[in-house]
Nanobody, 121 residues
């Protein structure tokens, strides 16, 4: 139940930073683990980062160092800070949630519609 709505994407230059947001409607936000995925043109959707109910985090190897996932339970929002953007970061970024374990990626079963991030070189 409820929606996930991503925002914060846009057209940026390589080296810039973005902070993506995903706002969730409905109750029980703190009961969910949250994650970010991305899908580049012609590519399959891939995992980026996840944050658990107790704020544990896990990152894909490609995201380590430049990506930071965080959550604000009071605002029912999960964030993805992306620094030093590269053209290969160009993708539609999706947020997702699960009542399961944050680092068990197949458990994510509720998705937003995505926000486009385009990084020019």
């Amino acid at each position: 139940q409820g929606q996930l709505v991503e925002s914060g994407g846009g057209l940026v230059q390589a080296g810039d930073s973005l902070r993506l947001s995903c706002a969730a409607s409905g109750p029980s936000f703190s009961s969910y683990a949250l994650a970010w995925f991305r899908q580049a043109p012609g590519r399959e959707r891939e995992f980026v980062a996840a944050i658990g109910q107790r704020f544990s985090t896990v990152y894909a190897d490609s995201a380590k160092g430049r990506f930071t996932i965080s959550r604000d339970n009071a605002k029912n929002t999960v964030y993805l800070q992306i620094n030093s953007l590269k053209p290969e970061d160009t993708a539609v970024y999706y947020c997702a949630r699960t009542l399961g374990t944050y680092n068990y990626i197949p458990s994510y079963d509720s998705w937003g519609q995505g926000t486009q991030v385009t990084v020019s070189s």
